[in-house]
């Protein structure tokens, strides 16, 4: 059991969160863009297209900033201090997510990561990233 608060899926991010039990990450992509993007919307970033699809990302991406968190949010006390990174996804859109399997002072931005799955809360699982050697 966990302290930290659940994954609460709505309509429109039901299909993300779903899909994040079977651990998968979905993106929504915009055809007519030929373009992803995250978090999920009710409309295209690119287009005014409602009919977004939704596509499985590869999980690979590009550290592009890192933060070390001192102040922890509603169930992470024990964790802290965690890393908090932003991650540009091979398909483009950046992730918000912790990291696993690295000390802060090992990553670097422009460092390759990749998707690893956390613990399942409420109606998702967490994703995280790791450097791409790395096994957390």
Known sequence: MTDKPPFTATELTRPFW??????RFLLQYDPAADRYQFYPRPISLFTPRTDLE???ASGAGTLV????CHTP??????ET??????VRLREG??????VTGA??????????M????GEERGEGREYLFAPAGANP
């Open 18 to 23: 779903d899909a994040t039990l079977e651990r």
């Open 54 to 56: 939704w596509r499985e």
């Open 65 to 68: 900033a890192v933060s070390l």
């Open 73 to 78: 949010g509603p169930g992470f006390g024990p």
């Open 81 to 86: 201090p965690y890393i908090l990174s932003i």
């Open 93 to 98: 859109p950046r992730v918000f997510a912790r």
């Open 103 to 112: 000390a802060y002072e090992d990553l670097r931005v422009g460092q390759e």
């Open 114 to 117: 990749r998707l690893v799955w």
